[in-house]
């Protein structure tokens, strides 16, 4: 059974979010119930960043789509403003990085990934796995750098 590309984004999308929720829970010690409309809110910002790269004409990355979306809608001019600081000030900075981190390491090109041999999913989850580790060994330098642990 081959999995089509509307397949692979909800099981992303799906995978993100949970994956955010559970680092949320453990890293910040928010409940999943308090983390979820920041965590969807997040999310939403994502797609339609993406979104917007698909349909506007001009060759940026979708990164740059993305962040414009979410100035746009936690600035002051939006009237949604408020809610969305609100709930996604629950989420801590490092629960959705790990997936950042993993994604770039993809490229988000999972035509091509889905194209490559059973190989390339040990290379997919070796890649994983060094992102993860080295981006929790680059948080806890600089934590400890900076002295931000001390102020917890």
Do not use: C, H
């Not at 009237?79 to 997936?99: E, G, L, R, V, W």
């Not at 041999?117 to 994983?128: P, R, T, Y």
């Not at 796995?129 to 934590?143: D, K, N, R, S, Y």
Request: aromatic share 10%.
């Amino acid at each position: 059974m081959t999995m089509n590309m509307r397949d692979w984004t909800v099981s992303l999308l799906l995978t993100s979010v949970l994956t955010t929720l559970i680092a949320n829970l453990i890293g910040n010690n928010m409940s999943i119930a308090d983390s979820i409309p920041g965590v969807l809110i997040l999310s939403a910002i994502a797609f339609m960043g993406i979104f917007l790269g698909k349909i506007i004409p001009l060759k940026l990355p979708a990164i740059v789509y993305v962040v414009l979306t979410g100035v746009l809608v936690a600035s002051p001019i939006s009237p949604f403003a408020q809610p969305i600081i609100d709930y996604t000030a629950k989420i801590s900075f490092m629960a959705p990085i790990t997936i950042v981190g993993t994604l770039a390491g993809i490229g988000l090109n999972f035509k091509s990934f889905i194209s490559q041999s059973w190989k390339m999913v040990i290379v997919a989850l070796l890649v994983f796995t060094g992102t993860f580790l080295v981006q929790a060994i680059f948080a806890e330098v600089f934590l400890n750098l900076t002295d931000a642990l001390d102020s917890f």
